[in-house]
DNA sequence: CTATCTATGCGCATTTTGTGCATCCTGTGG
DNA sequence: CCACAGGATGCACAAAATGCGCATAGATAG
């Protein structure tokens, strides 16, 4: 599929706002409100746009604490195991594998410093194929952007 | 505003398919279409949902490679003119400042190792305030729970 | 038990979507 | 230079979705 600037446009302005109307996406990028339609499903059939979601507020919910964690494992055969448990623990929001210092870095979202205490030292630590975790607690989020900066 | 279950079940569909109807949400919650309406507005005014976002595709867009990249600042008096070098540069997707190891933790997201290489060593390293970085390349992304579970 | 106040469902007017169709570009071959 | 094919675009309209008024059900307090 060939994505033009208009549909660069679509892409962008969906991002930031995904419940536009056709109408008011056919004033941001001046095409008509059909065309957009047109555009956008094929952009969704293309998996250019994979959905939509809603952004929820992560501090009016009561998740007030976020960490970034990074673990090493014992041994490197096993990872499907320690897959399984990320997988099983709501608490951990994303999971990489890395290059670098770490073997994973994991998303951690809880409700307090008690329930972030609770899951590294009663569920992470524990569990066999864990050696050693290290983790940042974040302050202050600076930036948070959702989805991709198109210019970039 | 107080939130009961039906609230919790419309976040929770909303947060995983942000285009859904109302007549589907109110197959979902067991309620009609109108009062999913209701109270989705009323969960949009009061901020508990943000706002909607299109998920867009990364890889197919071309963001290949993401990274946690570790910030350590020299001194700790000027982070305005940190924090103004993360606005600025789209590069970083979400950035953090942190209690640990480090000060601040980025979320990198380009398109391949060289424009990584390139914003490293041209862009991050040369800032006056930046004493030391440490990156974790992301091989495999586990988990990637756009939202909140709010199980949790 | 009754009065009150909120939550809910139904019906309908308004808005939004998306498809058919005619037109308009764009580039290609004569 | 012109004719033509293929796709992109806008307009119009039918189908779908939204959201508000209104009457009722259910909960709560006195």
Chains 1, 2 share one sequence.
Do not use: W
């Not at 952004?55 to 998740?63: D, I, N, P, V």
């Not at 770490?102 to 569920?123: G, N, P």
């Amino acid at each position: 599929m060939r994505i033009d600037s208009f549909d660069h446009a679509i892409l962008d302005a969906l991002q930031r706002d995904g419940s536009m109307t056709n109408a008011a996406l056919a004033e941001v990028v001046n095409l008509s409100a059909s065309q957009c339609s047109r555009r956008r499903t094929a952009l969704e059939d293309a998996g250019l746009i994979e959905g939509y979601s809603a952004r929820l507020s992560a501090t009016k919910l009561g998740f007030g604490l976020r960490a970034i964690t990074r673990v090493n494992l014992r041994s490197h055969g096993q990872e499907d195991d320690f897959s399984q448990f990320i997988q099983a623990h709501p608490q951990v929001r994303s999971a990489f594998s890395v290059a670098g210092d770490a073997d994973y870095v994991l998303d951690i979202r809880v409700r307090d410093l008690e329930a972030f205490a609770d899951f590294i030292h009663k569920k992470l630590l524990p569990h066999p194929q864990v050696a050693h975790v290290r983790s940042e607690i974040v302050l202050q989020t600076l930036k948070d952007r959702k989805g991709l900066d198109l210019m970039a």
